[in-house]
């Protein structure tokens, strides 16, 4: 079965009923034993009428092609931001306040605030943000299976992808003994066995009862 190909349709939508700026959010990261949960977010206007070639939610591709699209939703997008939250604040906050956290990073590093915000799950990860100018707050918005149905939520999910596991490569250099470089911070058997001979480090979410 090919992968569902994401479209604008959903973005057009609100667009058409005054929406200036829809910003899709996606999270990765969420199940992940070490490292940060990162939040990508992703802007597109009235001016978007097409979709890049190729994007699809970041599950569904290749690393090597996640990487390749990442220059191309930089262009295509109005604008774009990553947030993350640490393996600290999971285990300080919960996991959907570190996303919470995460999103409100993201969405916080755009050059101006959304009209409208895509979360992809059940429930939204971040609380509606009221712009440091006092205008009305975004409206946010859940919808299943998001990521693989709008344009924006899928580029929000590559974006981060992409740089969370650029993130987790590096930070192998560091402690190679958990094999960070393939599994990414996930509960691999490479991982939970380094864990059970070398112990937890700082960057593992503690309060998840790992070791």
């Not at 990765?28 to 190729?54: F, L, N």
């Not at 930070?171 to 094999?179: A, C, D, E, R």
């Amino acid at each position: 079965m090919p992968a569902p190909v994401p479209s604008l349709e959903i973005e057009h939508g609100f667009i058409v009923s005054g929406a200036r700026l829809v910003a899709g959010l996606d999270e990765v990261g969420r199940g992940a034993i070490a490292g940060p949960v990162m939040v990508g977010v992703v802007c597109v206007g009235p001016a978007h009428a097409t979709v890049p070639e190729g994007l699809r939610d970041s599950k569904l591709m290749t690393p090597k092609r996640r990487e390749a699209m990442v220059a191309t939703v930089h262009e295509w997008a109005h604008s774009h931001a990553v947030g993350a939250a640490s393996a600290a604040e999971v285990d300080l906050l919960g996991i959907m306040g570190a996303l919470s956290l995460a999103a409100s990073r993201a969405v916080a590093g755009l050059p101006e605030l959304p009209d409208v915000l895509i979360c992809d799950g059940t429930t939204p990860f971040l609380l509606a943000e009221r712009g440091a100018t006092g205008n009305d707050c975004p409206e946010v918005v859940a919808r299943v299976k998001a990521d693989q149905q709008c344009a924006s939520v899928a580029a929000a999910s590559v974006i981060a992808k992409v740089r969370r596991d650029a993130l987790m490569v590096e930070l192998h250099g560091t402690h190679p003994h958990y094999g960070w470089d393939s599994n990414k911070g996930y509960g691999a058997a490479v991982h939970t066995a380094a864990i059970r001979e070398h112990g937890l480090c700082d960057l593992h979410r503690r309060s998840w009862n790992i070791a």
